[in-house]
C-alpha cells in the first residue's frame, strides 16, 4: 500500500531469506533428502527443493517422478506405518518423529 511504511527498503528488494518459511522449508527439504539418501531414492528426486510462494509461505517442492519411484516411496510409507510410526504423540505411542531425529543431528 502507498502510505506503508518500508523502513527504509522497497518493497521490490524482499527476499525469500527474510521469510521464516524459507527455512522451514530448507529444513524439511533437508530431512527429506537425508531420509531419502538412506533409503537409496536420492537419484529419483532430482527436482527436490525448498522454495517459499509470494506470501512468503515455505514449500517442498518433490518435483515430477516416475511411477515406480511412486510407488518404491508409498511402500517405503506404509512399512513405516506398520512399523508403528505415528505423525504425532497424541496417541500415546513412543513412535519416532522425523522432525525431532533431525533436530538430534544438529
Known amino acids: 500500500?502507498?502510505?506503508e511504511p518500508t523502513h527504509g527498503r522497497d518493497a521490490a528488494a524482499w527476499s525469500p531469506l527474510d521469510s521464516d518459511g524459507w527455512?522451514?522449508?530448507r529444513d524439511a527439504t533437508?530431512?527429506?533428502?537425508?531420509?531419502?539418501?538412506r533409503a537409496g531414492l536420492e537419484?529419483?528426486?532430482?527436482?527436490?527443493?525448498?522454495?517459499?510462494?509470494?506470501f512468503g509461505h515455505g514449500l517442498?517442492?518433490?518435483?515430477?517422478?516416475?511411477?515406480?519411484?511412486?510407488e518404491r516411496l508409498?511402500?517405503?510409507?506404509?512399512?513405516?506405518l506398520a512399523s508403528?510410526?505415528?505423525?504425532?504423540?497424541n496417541d500415546g505411542s513412543h513412535g519416532s518423529s522425523i522432525a525431532e531425529e533431525h533436530e538430534g543431528r544438529a
Open 1 to 3: 500500500m502507498p502510505d
Open 23 to 25: 527455512y522451514a522449508a
Open 30 to 37: 533437508t530431512a527429506l533428502r537425508d531420509v531419502l539418501v
Open 43 to 54: 537419484k529419483d528426486f532430482p527436482y527436490l527443493r525448498a522454495d517459499v510462494n509470494a
Open 60 to 70: 517442498v517442492d518433490l518435483g515430477r517422478v516416475p511411477p515406480a519411484t511412486a
Open 74 to 80: 508409498a511402500e517405503l510409507l506404509r512399512l513405516a
Open 84 to 89: 508403528g510410526y505415528r505423525r504425532d504423540g
